[in-house]
């Protein structure tokens, strides 16, 4: 079956510009994971959503960062007036249920010039 | 906060050679994955490991969890080329509201001919 799709694959901004990332999960799976991979900090989470709900957002790095869920399903990230320092691979995860195995989509590369 | 290191960060193999790759973690976990990046790709889920004692082999690799040494290795066994990849143990916490996964930095893992 189909795995995690993320969009767009790649994204070059100016630096102050807004972008939106998007995920879609694995049908049927009910917790969904934002994570960010940079060479610098490594793999870090972000965000988890159970449902269209984010019990955990501790992993965003300012308010600068949000995201959402709609449906069950599709859950878009959004980071408002990009800096350098937010260039990264920002991938996302989906899993049947709360602690089950994650499963990882190809990532979006974001590049804020 | 939950720390996880792995060692070594970097090897370099000769094909038909064994070697382990060790991921120790800081604080009392129920849960760790071990995943595979290849370069420029998303990650691959290759174990979870959810109980103490708990071994899990697939082809050449075998990974093993004990929970009271805070201790997971992932064992290679006579290594191929196909095998040189990136990595990674993740370690997951149940409840507390730290639902995401805690990576270890990765072993950049090199198998010569």
């Known amino acids: 079956g189909a795995g995690v799709s993320q969009s767009p694959s790649n994204k070059v901004t100016e630096k102050g510009k807004d972008v939106e990332l998007r995920c879609d999960p694995i049908s049927g799976h009910t917790a969904l994971y934002w994570y960010r991979q940079s060479l610098g900090q490594g793999l870090e989470f972000l965000i988890y959503f159970q449902g269209n709900s984010a019990p955990d957002k501790s992993g965003l790095p300012s308010d600068r960062f949000s995201a959402e869920r709609t449906g069950g399903s599709v859950s878009t990230l959004t980071i408002q007036r990009t800096q350098q320092e937010d260039s990264a691979v920002y991938l996302c995860?989906?899993?049947?249920?709360?602690?089950?195995?994650?499963?990882f989509g190809p990532g979006t590369r974001l590049t804020v010039l | 906060e939950l720390k996880v290191e792995q060692n070594p960060l970097f090897l370099s193999m000769q094909e038909g050679k064994n070697y382990t790759i060790y991921c120790n973690y800081s604080t009392t976990s129920d849960r760790l994955y071990w995943y595979r990046q290849d370069p420029g790709k998303s990650l691959e889920s290759l174990f979870v490991?959810?109980?103490?004692?708990a071994v899990k082999q697939e082809g050449r690799l075998m990974a093993s969890l004990d929970t009271k040494a805070r201790l997971s290795t992932l064992h290679i066994t006579a290594a191929v080329h196909d095998l040189s990849a990136t990595y990674f143990c993740?370690?997951?916490?149940?409840?507390?509201?730290?639902?995401?996964?805690?990576f270890g930095k990765g072993t950049h893992l090199i198998i010569q001919p």
């Open positions: 995860a989906s899993s049947l249920w709360r602690f089950a195995e994650q499963f």
């Open positions: 993740a370690v997951g916490v149940s409840g507390g509201g730290a639902d995401g996964l805690t």
């Open positions: 490991l959810l109980s103490n004692g």
